[in-house]
């Protein structure tokens, strides 16, 4: 694998469209990104996607892509009509049933191999402490760190237990802020003392249970690092996850293209950072130009000896043992298969379980 081989694993991209156009073709080809985002506006049906995850595959021969979407349930769901579309995490953690949390995390990951998605950004590990928190609420699982530890850790084993990849988000926590990271960089001025208490258990628990990956928050946490946001921070995601907590999975970035960061900071000077901070995944959703100006920052990066072939290294050989577990071998996928799984029977009656017991379930746990 060559050096610039190696800069493209780093990268998980997203594209505008439903299908792979000669354009999205050649930069795959040209760029050679480990991975791709898929979002609501890329899917329209199972046997568009089915279509579609085999054509990006068939772009990328040299190594199979991570294919990878946001399906939380509830407001964060991307999948269209005709799959199985599970409540918020929120009301699911009222029903307080691991067992529950891991059938449908099961049927989330069955339903998403069999169209050829093969990682799912979730679950969201982040404690809904704070009731001004205006993008997490019910994306949690509760209010209480043992909640969400115990379902987290159910919805990771039912995901991966099933061959689709799990990433717990948004490390260190995302729970305590009152901004939303896509819109504006958030800050928690909360001592490390609270921290340790009410935040980071679900995130250690994932990291003992074995989690795939894991995102990091685009949030300023003074008690860690006064002056950088975890995805930019050697002091969180170095000395924190990879020393402290003795985390050896991949880590991504949250998109570089949000508030948080880009006001702050260029895509290319951000990319860079965050490679030296110790992720492994470079995630920008959209903007091809973006993309495009992070790739080569890195690429000069190297050339320069700011980044040094010794840590590009490290992470390649991570999302290559990512790959071996969910990714490879490649099989392509077919309808005729996906239509026997999406929304059947027995998922449909999970669902409608899960809604019965969500009404019967005491509000405690989320009060």
Known sequence: MTSRDKIGQLFMVGFLGTSVTPDLASFIKEYRPGGVILFSRNLESVEQIVDLTNDLQTCSPHSPLVISIDQEGGRVSRLPKGFTIFPPCGLLGRCNSAELAYAAAATIAKELKVVGINMNTAPVLDVNSNPDNPVIGDRAFGTTPDVVCELGSATVAGLQENKVAACGKHFPGHGDTNADSHKELPVVEAQRERLEVLEFPPFRRAVQHGIASMMTAHVLYRALDPELPATLSPAIVTDFLRRELQYDGVVLTDDLEMHAIIDH?????????????????????????????????????????????????HSVARIARLKDR????YRPVTISDAKLVVGCRSHQALLHTIEQARTRSSPLLYS
């Open 265 to 313: 900071y260029g895509v290319e000077d951000a990319a860079i950072r965050a490679v030296l901070a110790g992720c492994d995944v470079l995630l920008i959703c959209q903007d091809r130009n973006r993309e495009i100006a992070a790739f080569e920052a890195v690429e000069k990066a190297m050339e320069s000896g700011t980044i040094s072939s010794e840590r590009l290294d």
């Open 326 to 329: 969910f990714v490879r071998p």
